[in-house]
């Protein structure tokens, strides 16, 4: 399918801008990773309508616009900002999205999802307790950002719980791994340097995106059929 032709380019290309970002060449940044997203996109686009097709694209859409506008953050803080609102945009979208996906065959444990919904939110609190202290201004911004992308993780284990496999994991760990990202991404920035930390964040952004749209092709798999 022509679809697939586009993942596989985008694994291709993922892999080379990691090894680029590996061995230190990150001025490459402006010519690789914008286009990074747009290949999945693209993948999205010629795969067979679904219901929640246009909700995918837009949430592609919106990381892609973060991905452009951070390759900026070193100049101005203004561009940090910009960017952390179009991943929340992003991030917003995924809710909407996974919210869109229709139950499978099982049923929710309460109990559960419970117990997980109260572990994100520990983390939730750990990682603001750990950054608060040397946020500034940004407080307020990276409060509402990290409550939203924990809240899209939620939203993920709900349906990890519901729909059909293998869809349900593929979803819930690209949310997990994304999760990652931006936690490596946020204590690098606000609380302690990480080695290497452009290869680990992009290596965890791209997985996780990559592991989300394909969970979401395979629970609308059948849709297509």
């Known amino acids: 399918m022509r679809n697939a032709m586009y993942f596989r ?9 990691l090894i680029i970002l590996l061995v230190g060449y990150e001025n490459l940044d402006l010519f690789l990773k914008p286009i990074l997203i747009p290949l999945l996109a693209f993948g999205v ?3 067979p309508k679904f219901p929640s097709k246009k909700t995918l694209l837009v949430s592609l859409f919106f990381s892609w616009v973060g991905d452009v ?7 101005a803080e203004i561009y940090f900002i910009l960017g952390l609102v179009a991943f929340l945009i992003s991030h917003i979208m995924y809710c909407a999205l996974f919210n869109k996906q229709i139950k499978g065959k099982f049923k929710r444990n309460t109990v559960v999802f419970g117990i997980g919904s109260i572990l994100i939110a520990l983390y939730l609190v750990g990682m603001l307790c750990l950054l608060l202290p040397s946020l500034g201004e940004l407080r307020i911004p990276v409060i509402v950002y990290a409550t939203v992308i ?5 939203f993920a284990f709900n349906g ?3 729909w059909e496999k293998p869809g349900n994991f593929y979803i819930f760990l690209g ?3 994304f999760v990652v990202s931006d936690s490596i991404l946020a204590i690098n920035k606000f609380y302690s340097s990480i080695e290497k930390s452009s290869f680990f964040i992009m290596l965890t952004y791209l997985v ?3 592991l989300i749209v394909n969970g979401i092709l395979k629970l609308n798999l059948k849709k297509t059929e």
Not at 69 to 75: H, K, R
């Open 45 to 47: 686009y010629f795969y």
């Open 9 to 17: 380019i985008f694994s291709a290309l993922s892999l080379f801008y």
């Open 150 to 154: 924990s809240i899209m993780l939620i």
């Open 175 to 177: 949310a997990i791994v």
């Open 69 to 75: 506008i951070l390759l900026f953050a070193d100049i």
């Open 160 to 162: 990890f719980l519901i």
């Open 208 to 210: 996780a995106q990559y």
